[in-house]
């Protein structure tokens, strides 16, 4: 099955729902695919951020407030965007980290969190949009992280989320053999964006400033993005299974160049 057509003019209709739409890689991941003629529902918490997004965008965005750890939250915000016509692809960008404390005395709370989040919150999105993706010979996206491929210590709760968020992809990648359904797994390294150090240490700036000081070009978001928008582009048939993606000056996380 390939994408759906406009009947006026035989086109292809390219609608992206986009979680974690507010800031950060979600944000500059709207701005890179509405610039490549996409129509994006942008998903966030933050209404006044989407609403910011969609007068700088315009038409082609759609602000649809919703938490994506709240089960009615999401069932709303899917029946809105199913009721918007077809959707061709989902890209997972809602997540985070939440502190940087050893396996001895972290919080079950901050894991939990982290849980419903990363990877509760993408099966959540994943399932309830998948029936109108094989629909559509759509794309199941995922920003995970490196850190669910290299464990390093004080980040065993980011680490396993993002790990268990990265196996669900391969194993829908797998399940989904035969179905006209693309999984495409992004993995960035070190991402210098305005929030996520700051949320990782409760809002502590030097610590978070810690984390980028001296690295020479961290990643940014529009990096990300170019990535999710490259591997979307690609043909029906080419299946980008997982792109890992790093600074030039970072060669593992504990491995790090600073100037």
């Known amino acids: 099955m390939t994408r759906q057509t406009t009947p006026a003019t035989g086109g292809t209709v390219k609608r992206a729902v ?19 003629g996409w129509q994006v529902a942008a998903l966030a918490r933050r209404a006044e951020r989407l609403d910011a997004l969609a007068q700088e965008l315009g038409d082609a965005v759609e602000p ?16 809105t965007i199913l009721a918007g016509g077809p959707v061709t692809a989902l890209v997972n960008c809602a997540g985070g980290a939440i502190g940087k404390d050893p396996v001895a005395t972290a919080s079950i709370d901050d894991w939990r969190a982290m849980y419903e989040l990363n990877v509760l919150g993408t099966l959540r999105m994943t399932q309830k949009l998948l029936p109108a993706l094989k629909e559509s010979g759509g794309t199941v996206l995922v920003i995970s992280s490196t850190a669910g491929i290299e464990p390093y210590e004080g980040g065993a709760g980011y680490c396993a989320s993002k790990f268990a968020e990265r196996v669900m992809a ?4 797998l399940e989904m053999i035969g179905e006209p359904i693309r999984v495409v797994d992004i993995s960035p390294g070190m991402v210098h964006t305005d ?30 993005a170019e990535c999710v928008r490259w591997a979307l582009d690609q043909p029906d048939t080419v299946d980008i299974d997982s792109i890992v993606v790093r600074p030039r000056a970072e060669g593992s996380y504990t491995k790090v160049y600073r100037e």
Do not use: N, W
């Not at 391969?170 to 990648?173: D, G, K, Y």
């Not at 929030?195 to 990300?224: C, N, Q, T, W």
């Open 195 to 224: 929030e996520f150090s700051m949320h990782r240490f409760h809002g502590d700036a030097a610590k978070a400033a810690a984390v980028y000081a001296g690295v020479p070009d961290p990643l940014k978001a529009e990096d990300i």
């Open 170 to 173: 391969r194993v829908l990648r």
């Open 64 to 79: 649809i407030a919703a938490d994506i750890t709240d089960e009615t939250s999401t069932q709303a915000a899917v029946d």
């Open 18 to 36: 986009v979680t974690g739409a507010s800031s950060g890689i979600g944000a500059a991941t709207v701005r890179s695919l509405v610039a490549d």
